[in-house]
C-alpha cells in the first residue's frame, strides 16, 4: 500500500491544487490531503471551512480523505504511514521554496520523499492568493474554482463589504 500526503494551505482549493491530488491518486493506493497552518499566511477561511471545501471538491476520488493537522508535514506524514510528500511546482518562484523545505524535511525524517509534479499548463497561472484578490474585487472567479469555492468567496467578500471593511 503506497500512501501519500499532498500538505498545503488550501486557502481555498483551486483547479491547481486539484490537478496535483488527482494526479496523485494515479500513482498512489492512498491519498491524504492535510490543512495546515502556515504561521507566515494569513488565511481567510478556518481550517475546518478548508478542509470542507476540500472534501467536496474531491468527493469522487475514493482514495482520498482531507483533514486537518497543527504540526511539521514529516509528523503528519508518519501518523499517517505515507511514503511521500506530494508538492506542485508552478514556476521556477515555487522551487526555491520548495528545495528548501523538501531539503529541512528531509533532514527531519529520511523515510519520507518528497514528490514534486510540474502544475498542468492551463493551471500555472492560478494561486489562491490571484483567486482571493479578484474574488474580493467581485470578479469571476468559476474558471479557477470548484463552485462550491466560488459561493464562499463571494459570501466571505459580500460579508466583509457590508461590514465596511475593504
Ligand atoms: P503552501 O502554503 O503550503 O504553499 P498552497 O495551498 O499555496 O500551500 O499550495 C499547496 C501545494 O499546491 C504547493 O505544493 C503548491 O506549489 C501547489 N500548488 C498551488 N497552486 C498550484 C497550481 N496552480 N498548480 C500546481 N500546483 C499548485
Redesign the pocket.
Known amino acids: 500500500m503506497k500512501i501519500a500526503v499532498c ?5 481555498p482549493v ?1 483547479y ?2 486539484l ?2 491530488i488527482t494526479r496523485a491518486c494515479d500513482i498512489f493506493d492512498r491519498v491524504y490531503v492535510a490543512v ?1 497552518t ?1 504561521p507566515a ?1 494569513e488565511a481567510l477561511f478556518t481550517p475546518d471551512e478548508r478542509v470542507e471545501m476540500l472534501s467536496k471538491a474531491t468527493k469522487h476520488l475514493d482514495i482520498v480523505t482531507c483533514e486537518h493537522f497543527d504540526g511539521l508535514v514529516v509528523d503528519y506524514a508518519k501518523l499517517r504511514g505515507a511514503i511521500a510528500i506530494v ?4 514556476a521556477v518562484t ?1 522551487f526555491e521554496v ?1 528545495l528548501k523545505m523538501a531539503s529541512m524535511n528531509h533532514h527531519l525524517d529520511k523515510d519520507v520523499e518528497t514528490v514534486f509534479m510540474m ?1 498542468s499548463n492551463e ?2 497561472f ?3 492568493s490571484a483567486v482571493k484578490e479578484v474574488a474580493s474585487l467581485g470578479g469571476d472567479v468559476t474558471a479557477w474554482v470548484p463552485s462550491c469555492v466560488a459561493e464562499a468567496l463571494a459570501k466571505k467578500y459580500s460579508h466583509a463589504r457590508k461590514a465596511g471593511i475593504s
Do not use: M, Q
Open positions: 500538505p498545503g494551505s488550501f486557502d483551486t491547481g491544487h490537478d496535483i495546515l502556515n499566511k508538492r506542485g511546482l508552478r515555487d520548495e502544475t493551471y500555472s492560478i494561486s489562491s
